[in-house]
T-cell receptor
Framework: KQEVTQIPAALSVPEGENLVLNCSFT??????LQWFRQDPGKGLTSLLL?????REQTSGRLNASLDKSSGRSTLYIAASQPGDSATYLC????????????FGRGTQLTVWP | EADIYQTPRYLVIGTGKKITLECSQT?????MYWYQQDPGMELHLIHY???????EKGDLSSESTVSRIRTEHFPLTLESARPSHTSQYLC????????????FGEGSRLTVL
């Protein structure tokens, strides 16, 4: 079974800081990795999808990298804002038709003004 | 923008009632999922479907049932709700034939008194 670990579990920072959220996984045979954001009581919003053949993806102030050999992905948030406060989850997809996504427990981020 | 919709968003009912949580997507995705999530906790896969007339149980045992009569529709039913069913239920669909990207609805928060 795929194990997905996210560190840290919680993070509180002042506005303007650059952040790195970490995701590690045990099986390098992944098809893709997806980062999500979840606001309290809401569903998950897809932030970035990295295919197994890619090393990174960027969207605005977000940059996600993938290193399959070491079983790690990082989500970099530049110039954090209070609106970035949410829980960030990573998920691994193994890619077979029977495959499913394996989620980490998430990193709860608080950005204070 | 993801086109996946869940109703109701919030539901408070008494013990013993039958309830159906609706989930519809307009993206033509074959694969759909139901996750259960308690506040501040990880997501648990309870049901998934590969396509019409195909349903499977997920990792977490659930007393709910699902059906998939149409590609776009994946309802979840509880025949007799109990307080232990109080949770948030998240529906998702994936573009697994292409990128495998997963899209979530806003969730249905169920409270059973």
């Amino acid at each position: 079974k795929q194990e997905v670990t996210q560190i840290p579990a919680a993070l509180s920072v002042p506005e303007g800081e650059n952040l790195v959220l970490n995701c590690s996984f045990t099986d390098s045979a992944i098809y893709n990795l997806q980062w999500f954001r979840q606001d309290p009581g809401k569903g998950l919003t897809s932030l970035l999808l990295i295919q197994s053949s890619q090393r990174e993806q960027t969207s605005g102030r977000l940059n996600a990298s993938l290193d399959k050999s070491s079983g790690r992905s990082t989500l970099y948030i530049a110039a954090s804002q209070p609106g970035d406060s949410a829980t960030y989850l990573c998920a691994i997809y193994r890619g077979s038709t029977l495959g499913r996504l394996y989620f980490g427990r998430g990193t709860q981020l608080t950005v204070w003004p | 923008e993801a086109d996946i919709y869940q109703t109701p968003r919030y539901l408070v009912i008494g013990t013993g009632k039958k309830i159906t949580l609706e989930c519809s997507q307009t993206m033509g995705h074959d694969k759909m999922y139901w996750y259960q999530q308690d506040p501040g906790m990880e997501l648990h896969l309870i049901h998934y479907s590969y396509g019409v007339n195909s349903t499977e149980k997920g990792d977490l045992s659930s007393e709910s049932t699902v059906s998939r009569i149409r590609t776009e529709h994946f309802p979840l039913t509880l025949e007799s709700a109990r307080p232990s069913h109080t949770s948030q239920y998240l529906c998702a669909s994936s573009d697994y034939l292409n990128t495998g990207e997963l899209f979530f609805g806003e969730g249905s928060r169920l409270t059973v008194l």
